[in-house]
């Protein structure tokens, strides 16, 4: 189910519970033989389940002025069961505005019923929240799966926006915290190779870096320095022009437009 706009509802409370190990005492032997025991149940416990994974997905990517583009929230539980979680991500309000976050079906993969706590898009700060949580059984999922896809759409020109993961909070069915790692994204707006900022690479943004560099910016600015250099060399030469050419009449295989990531 897709929600649209601003969304208010509560917040979903993942408790965060403390637990003790305790070991009785005995005999010295004893003790030995109960500790290699406990050392040995562990050593297996951290093989079947390390930390999770929370990912913007995709890591990287680049759009053109004015397109719309969507990101995944994206949970690897490592082993871990997952009944609940929440995210808030920030993103620049100046470049990207949010226009959906669509529920994805990670938490509902087996068929479970899911509810959605919180889904809420706040372009003014530039932050998009989102909890969900399971319901109905007792059980977590432990495969990975998307918790939910945002719609963003830009707004500005050209530029590099960062997407970052917060306030990141997953838990299992007893509500214990499971340790989370974070993997954030980053957004570019404009195309390798379209100079010009036309929404399109040409002959034309060939040209005008070979006429910038005869004639100067005054009279043949670049829009984007960034997608002139398409060879991520540093700097913008009569070689990136001849590329674009080269990419236009002979195709990527054999020319490639690689602009720095």
Known sequence: ??????????????VERGGCVGMASGSIERGKGMLIG?????????????????????????????ENFTINIYIDPKGSEVYGAQYDLYFNNSLFNATYQCKGDFLSQDGASTIVYKNEIDNET??????????????????????????????????????ILAN?????????PIPTNISNGTVRIGICGDV??????T???????????????DEYPIESEWAADVDCDGEITMSDGRQIWMNIIYGADEYPLNCCE
């Not at 406990?38 to 004015?66: C, D, E, K, N, R």
Request: aromatic share 6%.
């Open 168 to 176: 990141v909070k997953l838990s299992d069915p007893s509500a214990n």
């Open 126 to 163: 530039g932050i998009v929240k989102y909890a969900e949580a399971r319901t109905g059984t007792t059980s977590g999922v432990t495969s990975p799966g998307i918790l939910a896809t945002i719609t963003f759409e830009t707004i500005g020109e050209y530029g590099v926006g960062d997407f």
């Open 196 to 201: 010009d900022n036309s929404a399109e690479v």
């Open 38 to 66: 406990i050392i040995t149940a562990l050593s297996v416990m951290i093989g079947m389940a390390s930390a999770a994974h929370i990912s913007v997905v995709p890591a990287f990517q680049s759009v053109g002025s004015g």
């Open 203 to 217: 002959m034309s943004d060939g040209r005008q870096i070979w006429m910038n560099i005869i004639y100067g910016a």
């Open 1 to 14: 189910m897709c929600e649209k706009g601003l969304h208010n509802g509560r917040i979903a409370v993942l």
